[in-house]
DNA sequence: ATCGCTTTGAGAACGATTCTCATTCACAGT
DNA sequence: ACTGTGAATGAGAATCGTTCTCAAAGCGAT
């Protein structure tokens, strides 16, 4: 079940956008917020029971509507997860080359801050604007350095 | 042309998992090195004139061997750049998410010495064995920014 | 209950990537 | 140079993830 806390907010951030919280949409949104990790489009149609087709249609309205990240994989298929305003905090990405799971991890706040300031330095800089940043660590998860 | 300096060190990497630097795999490489940003698969099978089928294999080999790397874009098709080994120096991309073409950058030192700090000390906190980190920036380009 | 709009779902369509396999090529040994 | 062996090639078929299509169903407001 989508906890009702997040079922809020969500509900406003899709109303922008004339969409609406359908059965469905709470189904999808309740797998990605109890995922350990952000899941594979497949992966969600599994966990909420929901056709694939609407699944990859309600996965880029969620994005669409930022209620949804998308979260590179290392191959086969991107990831999803609640975008940060409506999950516990900000974090950042272990990404298994082996095996394609993804693992968050939350680095210190004094990296966070040295990267905020490089980051909002660049539209001056070379006129990029920018909307987010990525830092994911990539290598092996502790299950495929076992091999 | 594939610079001589390049080639070198090339056919060493490629040796060891008993690879050939043949002719197609030279003017794919020489693409990715006069490309002024990473290359999709199609860049680089036009800009070398090896048939696309060749150059998915051949790309996916070097990527392998550790001599390209695989940049991920903001949709459609990954792009590929030079191995840091093998180019120039150490950088980060900026991803524009309208157009999807990456660009290079190059952070504070500052930047890169907290971030290799944080990231060497992953694998003893959560076993996870480090090959390298990407740090990317998404947002709109100078270009799309004009519309 | 009715109207207008959104949503749904099954399958078709699509595009990027991988596979297949007969042919060609590169290098080592002679 | 000549030959043998395994690597590399390339055209098209096959595959796989993703998007599109469209008729049917659902939701909210009147």
Redesign the interface.
Known sequence: MLSSSIAASVVQALAVRELRLTANRRAVLAALEHGQRPLTTEEVAVASSVPVSTVYRNLAELVEAGIVARV?GASGGDRHELAEAFSEHHHHH?V??ECGIVTD?T??A??ER??EK??GA?PDR?????????????????DC?RT
């Open positions: 590179a272990l298994c080359i991890f680095p210190s004094q990296l040295l990267i490089e980051v660049l070379v006129g990029f604007e920018v909307t987010h940043h990525v830092f994911d660590v990539r290598g092996r998860c502790r350095t």
